[in-house]
Nanobody, 123 residues
Framework: LQLVESGGGLVQSGGSLKLSCVGS????????MGWYRQAPGKDREFVAA????????KYGDSVKGRFIIFRDNFKNTVFLQMNNLKPEDTALYVC?????????????????WGHGTQVTVSA
C-alpha cells in the first residue's frame, strides 16, 4: 500500500494551495481517507476526512470554512483545497487511510500514512 502526497509549497498568508494524495495497492474507493498535519514541536492534528463515496466530510475546528476535502475515486486521489491560508497552517500535511464508524466519526488507521507534503505560509 502506498499513499503519496503532493502539492505543498510556500505561499503567502491569504493564499491557496491544493494538496493531492494518490493511493495505490488497495481498493481506494472502499475506504475513508483523511488529512492530518504536524508542525514542529506540536502533536499531530486532524485536518479533514471524507467517506469512501465522498460523503460526510469532517473538518478540524481550525480549518472549517477555509479547507475543502474531496476525492476522485477514478483517479484514486483525495484532495485538500486550502484557502485563506494563515501562518499557523504551516505544517507537514499527511494523508491517511482510515474508516468511518457508525457514528460518522473518522478513525485513522495508524498503519497507513503517507510521507507528507510540507506547507509553509509566510506572514
Amino acid at each position: 500500500l502506498q499513499l503519496v502526497e503532493s502539492g505543498g509549497g510556500l505561499v503567502q498568508s491569504g493564499g491557496s494551495l491544493k494538496l493531492s494524495c494518490v493511493g495505490s495497492g488497495f481498493t481506494f474507493s472502499s475506504y475513508g481517507m483523511g488529512w492530518y498535519r504536524q508542525a514542529p514541536g506540536k502533536d499531530r492534528e486532524f485536518v479533514a476526512a471524507i467517506d469512501w463515496n465522498g460523503d460526510n466530510p469532517k473538518y478540524g475546528d481550525s480549518v472549517k470554512g477555509r479547507f475543502i476535502i474531496f476525492r476522485d475515486n477514478f483517479k484514486n486521489t483525495v484532495f485538500l483545497q486550502m484557502n485563506n491560508l494563515k501562518p499557523e497552517d504551516t505544517a507537514l500535511y499527511v494523508c491517511n487511510r482510515g474508516s468511518y464508524g457508525v457514528s460518522g466519526r473518522y478513525y485513522p488507521n495508524d498503519a497507513y500514512w503517507g510521507h507528507g507534503t510540507q506547507v509553509t505560509v509566510s506572514a
